[in-house]
């Protein structure tokens, strides 16, 4: 059958080590009962599974016996001289038991993607053109908005950037596009909603207050001179947005979905 280790690490916390045989369905049995005498009897608040990311029985393992996926942490073991990652799992005492609707649910929550949303807003004056911040974090001007924060929608995230960024959270009329982001320089893929920020008197821009820390300036940008001044999505799919901006887009990576 092989063995289960339940070894202490901090008070009232512990490591689970298992070697068994007998697949999957004997070793997440086996489990099960220990994560219960481990709580119940020894008392213990918190165990945690260590498993090589490459191992997906392990994984599998760990997750169907009630443990969340919680991170990983990169090259924190040596294997034979090499650094290897190693994913983290996590169970508490009062997690909903993975037998229960809710239970299940957050493991498999905690398995599941994570995709960054970004809400951007398109502002535009009379004049045709756009309105760009002076970031302090890159050199190409930037729209206003920015990343939706956990249990927030993209509306009230685009409405709340615009508020702390530049005093003023103008009424969105609805969505210009939607726009699929690769990874690029560090960051994961996302997924933008970029909305559609209404037309402006020029001395809209008077009105705005920039906070001085992530936004240093606001200015307004005519489409045909975007070129060198913003990155080169923006260069791609600005243009195109502000010749239409009654259409909804649909975008991949700057470009339309044509198939």
């Not at 070894?7 to 070697?19: D, E, I, N």
């Not at 909903?96 to 929550?109: E, H, I, K, S, Y």
């Not at 596009?177 to 960051?187: Q, V």
């Amino acid at each position: 059958m092989g063995t289960i280790e339940v070894r202490r690490t901090t008070p009232g916390a512990a490591l689970v080590v298992w070697s068994l045989e007998g697949g999957p369905g004997v070793a997440e049995q086996a489990m099960r009962l220990v994560t219960e005498y481990a709580f119940g009897e020894l008392g213990l608040e918190r165990l945690q599974v260590e498993v090589d990311p490459e191992l997906h029985s392990s994984a599998r393992i760990a997750i169907r016996s009630g443990f969340r996926r919680e991170g990983i942490l990169r090259g924190a073991a040596l294997v034979e001289g090499e650094r290897r990652d190693v994913a983290i799992y996590g169970m508490r005492t009062d997690d909903p038991r993975p037998n229960t609707v809710t239970g299940w649910t957050a493991l498999m929550d905690s398995t599941l993607p994570k995709k960054r949303v970004i809400a951007h807003v398109v502002v535009r004056d009379t004049g045709g053109r756009v309105l760009l911040c002076q970031v302090s974090y890159k050199n190409d001007l930037e729209l206003p908005g920015g990343v939706v924060e956990p249990d927030e929608d993209p509306a009230t995230g685009a409405a709340r950037e615009m508020e702390e960024e530049l005093g003023t959270a103008l009424p969105l009329l609805g969505v210009l596009a939607i726009d699929w982001l690769p990874r690029w320089e560090g960051w994961g893929d996302a997924v933008e909603i970029l909305y559609d920020g209404g037309v402006h008197d020029p001395s809209l821009i008077d009105r705005l207050q920039p906070d001085g820390f992530e936004i240093r300036g606001v200015s307004w940008h005519p489409p045909d001179k975007l070129a060198g001044l913003v990155s080169p999505l923006n260069a791609r799919r600005l243009p195109m947005l502000l010749a239409a901006p009654d259409q909804l887009h649909n975008l991949r990576n700057g470009a339309p979905i044509t198939s």
